[in-house]
């Protein structure tokens, strides 16, 4: 997968798409499993399954429970200094803080006591709104979804 595409584009059922830009210098490691799962297909139709009104909102478990994973290993830890604010994209763990996967989140609003913990592999720099208008719960009763992810230069 070419390094050039630096931009994943999440078409949401919550009204349109959402641009991040990939983070390939803070988390080369999961900016690498990211556009592999995108590219093999693994995102789309996965619901957003915990959803936190002025937290965060976390997808990519195929099994829609927050149990589930890609049948990759698990990634090492790239944890780094850049705050968990409004738009940033993350990837959810266990405990053991070389559990990340396959699940990441999107943050509604600042959350820095996650930061040094959890890895930030991407920004959203556009559709945000869209992020804002999924259904909320843990699990929400009718989750949003991921439509179709893709990525772009």
């Known amino acids: 997968m070419s390094d050039e595409l630096n931009t994943l584009v999440l078409n949401l059922d919550s009204g349109g798409d959402v641009v991040i830009r990939l983070r390939p210098d803070l988390a080369p490691g999961h900016v690498a499993r990211i556009r592999e799962l995108v590219s093999e297909g693994f995102y789309d139709g996965v619901v957003f399954h915990r959803v936190i009104d002025g937290f965060m909102a976390q997808g990519g478990d195929p099994t829609g429970t927050g149990t589930g994973s890609s049948n990759k290993p698990n990634l090492k830890a790239e944890f780094s200094s850049e705050p968990h604010v409004r738009g940033t994209a993350s990837m959810a763990r266990s405990h053991n803080p070389d559990s990340a996967n396959s699940q990441f989140f999107l943050?509604?609003?600042?959350?820095?006591?996650?930061?040094?913990?959890?890895?930030?592999?991407?920004?959203?720099?556009?559709?945000?709104?869209?992020?804002?208008?999924?259904p909320k719960g843990e699990p929400p009763r009718v989750p949003g979804?991921?439509?179709?992810?893709?990525?772009r230069g």
């Open 145 to 151: 979804k991921i439509v179709k992810a893709s990525l």
């Open 107 to 134: 943050c509604f609003d600042d959350a820095r006591f996650l930061d040094n913990q959890y890895t930030v592999w991407g920004e959203v720099t556009e559709g945000m709104e869209h992020v804002d208008a999924l």
